[in-house]
């Protein structure tokens, strides 16, 4: 789910990308929860997963991804966190940060506009207003991040006083296609949100 939201927002996205990751985010939407909670038709949730897994790994190979991978790369080798656990755990932060980035520095970002289609596909709503819309994102993505359970960094080990050495090491390929370019105190604040 975060590789196929990472990929759609990207700088480098494009109309094939694209397809691919509304595609996926649909599947995870429909089957990720269900799955977890072990409700329904149980193979069919994980056919829609595997499919959402294969499309994020084709759009992340074509058009990169964004902040939260950009973390998980130093978050990984720094402490022992699973890839997929950081990726879970900072979506909603990171997703909140760069909207709020992008409004106070970039309002005109088309990612925004992206943002706002998230939103639409995951809540399964239309908005009206784009400020509604971003809320709603955010909310969905932290309330699946807990009922997910995913646990917070201080768990694998991370310290606030960590983090200097973290965002020093974060701006590498995946930081560069995030839509916009986060300070190091943006940064931060993602990764104070989820200590």
Known sequence: ??????????LKSNA?????????????????????????????HREKMAYAALLSGITL?????????????PLGAFYPIPHGAVCGTLVASATRINIHSMLAREPDNSALTKYV????????KNFS???AAFTALIDLLADW????????????????????KVIANCRGNSM??????????????????RL
């Open 61 to 73: 190979a074509q058009v990169g991804l964004g902040s939260v991978h950009g973390l998980a790369s």
């Open 16 to 44: 094939f990308t694209d397809a691919l990751a509304i595609s996926g985010l649909q599947a995870a939407r429909d089957a990720l929860i269900p799955l977890y909670r072990q409700e329904g038709e149980l193979a069919q």
């Open 129 to 131: 207003k784009s400020a």
């Open 176 to 193: 560069k296609t995030n839509p916009i370019v986060l300070a190091d105190g943006e940064i931060r604040q993602i990764l104070l949100e």
């Open 145 to 164: 991040t807990n009922e997910l359970a995913l646990p917070r960094l201080a768990h694998y080990g991370l310290q606030e006083s960590g983090f200097d």
């Open 1 to 10: 789910l975060t590789q196929l939201l990472e990929s759609y927002v990207s």
């Open 117 to 124: 289609q998230v939103a639409e596909i995951l809540c399964q």
